[in-house]
């Protein structure tokens, strides 16, 4: 693979003629192709059988459509990357579209790791739990499914059918009697020996066939033991079969969505609407549905149906692992090359399918419906921030309806556990993916100092922005600031935007009123005096929504690093003492206080303790004294 690049000064020429210069110099590899702006910004980024009859089509002066003609027009420069084969080039495209974002690309801006279900393997009586990320702990993995609410029903069906334990393996090792999981029947408590190592061990293997699809065979064996127990008079055990069974039963039904013609598959169906795009996409595996999620690529009006669910393809499963079968609502650009990339991916065939009839083409209806119905509503919620952005504006006085509002607020419990936090809202809503949170570090700070804590969050944001950003061309700058807190808040804030030369930022300060009850908020601008909004004024329900939102986000994040305090112990910050040795000094020793308190001897003989990291946690404790 090899990168050339011709750099040109400022002000140079665009358009057309510009394309026609790199013409001389190309020849007819493979590869993906840039084209960038007067200021290097990267435009467009496609790929190419043949560089130079690629690129001979943007020369021509006219015959394109207006999206592409405004890109032609736009372009400064290009860049260009050689591959040896257009698969190659393919899986190039996709991953710079990802990291770049073009303007003039379609865009998969919604990109999160899916969750599975994972299976320890690392205990005698292994955990079933809710996992997302690297797969580096020892089990068997389960999915993807399409999201949380999607693991945690399977989770919460698998323990009403297969009483598995969901608890860590050091809760398991604490408990003296059974939790209040085994009296609601959704554990078989094998933490005090309520069932046996080798029975517990079969409704592991039954679970995972169930989660592989094969929930014939555990039906048709669990009848069996049932009819067994009951011949032998054990009535007890013969009723609790019998309810698993009848669990069994009502999980298969609720599932809705179980092709039986279709045992493993994504189902991705796009529906395009006035220049907006939704595409919809079931996860199909081991025949039953785990879920679905929508997605509402960034399209242009006059990009067609084939390019957008090609771009969507590339980029979806461009960290994503595929499954052996995509079924499609419609023909993409190249499906054949789709194809084959990803079945270089995932090691094994990848087909893409198309149906006109049967099972599948009756999913792909059900997706499309599902995507149809979901554009509409998206459609209709888009609507309607656009009219409370532009009644922000009018309310606050901006020049222009806001593209990006920041909500700042802070947490804390009498200073302890402090933390700041940053929400984003826009003209399609909250934008989760902007949220940020701020560990308070300021050691000078008088415990619960709203003021000082403010100041150290707004200090951090926007010393970062003008680091990153200085021009503010990359649209991670605010347009409004929406701080909680009144004159004085705002006063301050001023003071901090003032040091780093940002006055030009609108802010708005919100404080509740003289009765503090929500509706009779007051806003505070530098200069000018408090107002309110007409109690039923839609504007002032935004604003409280957003408020609000800060505030949930705030006292989450303020309460999970308190939890993860509180779990916290001494043997967290010993070299060489994972989360193994850490359980098994606290079962031998019973607490961390007495770890620290204990002798060479003692630490050395502690199961997976080695000789060398007994001093290490010795010297430790002792020479902090």
């Not at 499906?335 to 990848?350: F, Q, T």
């Not at 901090?496 to 708005?508: A, L, N, S, T």
């Amino acid at each position: 693979m090899t990168e050339s690049r011709d750099t040109q000064p400022k002000d140079v020429p665009t358009g057309h003629e510009v394309i026609q210069g790199y013409l001389k110099t190309l020849d007819t590899s493979p590869g993906v192709y840039r084209m960038l702006d007067a200021e290097s910004r990267v435009l467009y980024v496609g790929k190419a059988r043949n560089l130079r009859a690629r690129v001979s089509n943007y020369a021509r002066p006219a015959g394109h459509s207006g999206r592409i003609a405004r890109m032609i027009a736009n372009t400064a420069s290009m860049m260009f990357l050689t591959t040896r084969t257009e698969t190659e080039a393919l899986l190039l495209e996709q991953n710079l579209i990802k990291q770049l974002k073009p303007k003039f690309n379609v865009l998969l801006r919604d990109d999160k790791s899916f969750p599975n279900i994972l299976v320890t393997a690392d205990h005698d009586f292994p955990q079933i739990k809710k996992h997302r990320g690297a797969k580096k702990e020892k089990g068997s993995y389960y999915g993807p499914f399409a999201s949380a609410g999607a693991v945690n029903r399977t989770l919460n069906q698998l323990q009403r059918v297969f009483l598995l334990r969901d608890c860590s393996n050091a809760m398991f090792e604490s408990r003296t009697r059974p939790c209040l999981q085994y009296q609601i029947k959704r554990c078989s408590a094998p933490c005090v020996g309520k069932i046996s190592p080798k029975d517990y061990q079969q409704t592991v293997r039954d679970a995972e066939k169930f989660l592989t699809g094969k929930t014939t065979d555990i039906q048709a064996r669990l009848a069996a033991e049932m009819g067994a127990a009951s011949e032998a008079m054990a009535f007890e055990r013969a009723a609790a079969l019998r309810d698993r069974i009848k669990a069994l039963t009502q999980v298969q039904t609720a599932q809705g969505i179980n092709p039986k013609g279709v045992t493993e598959a994504d189902i991705i169906a796009l529906h395009m609407d006035g220049g907006q795009a939704c595409v919809q996409v079931f996860f199909i595996r081991a025949n039953q549905n785990w879920g679905n999620r929508d997605y509402y690529p960034r399209v242009g009006a006059d990009v067609d149906a084939a390019e957008a669910l090609e771009a969507f393809i590339g980029q979806f499963y461009d960290t994503k692992e595929p499954p052996r079968q995509l079924i499609l609502s419609n023909d993409i650009e190249n499906p054949d090359l789709m194809a084959e990339a990803l079945s270089g991916k995932l090691g094994r065939k990848v087909e893409l399918v198309v149906p006109k009839r049967g099972e599948k083409a009756e999913l792909i209806d059900g997706a499309l419906r599902n995507a149809r119905e979901s554009l509409a509503r998206k459609m209709a919620e888009t609507a309607t921030q656009a009219r409370l952005m532009k009644g922000i504006a009018e309310a606050f006085d901006l020049s222009a309806p806001p593209e990006r509002i920041e909500v700042y607020d802070n947490s804390h419990i009498q200073g302890a556990f402090a933390v700041g936090a940053m929400i984003v809202a826009g003209p399609e809503g909250f934008m989760k993916n902007q949220y940020r949170k701020f560990n308070i570090r300021g050691d000078d700070l008088t415990p619960g100092d709203d003021f000082g804590m403010m100041k150290e969050v707004l200090t951090r944001r926007f010393k970062r922005l003008i680091k990153e950003d200085p021009d503010r061309k990359e649209g991670h700058w605010p347009d409004l600031l929406l701080i909680d807190g009144g004159a004085g808040q705002v006063s301050a804030v001023r003071a901090i935007m003032r040091e780093y030369g940002v006055e030009d930022i609108p802010m708005v300060g919100v404080a509740k009123g003289i009765d503090r009850d929500a509706g009779k908020e007051e806003f505070y601008r530098t200069g000018k005096p408090a107002f309110a909004l007409r109690h039923n004024d839609p504007v002032l329900y935004f604003v409280q929504r957003l408020r609000d939102e800060a505030h949930r986000f705030a006292i989450g994040t303020h309460r999970a690093k308190r939890s993860k305090a509180v779990g916290a112990t001494p043997l967290d910050d010993v070299p060489g003492v994972g989360a193994a040795r850490k359980r098994a000094l606290l079962a031998h020793f019973g607490s961390a206080k007495a770890v620290a308190r204990a002798n060479l001897s003692d630490l050395k003989a502690v199961e997976g303790v080695s000789g060398a990291l007994a001093e290490k946690i010795y010297d430790f404790f002792h020479e902090r004294g």
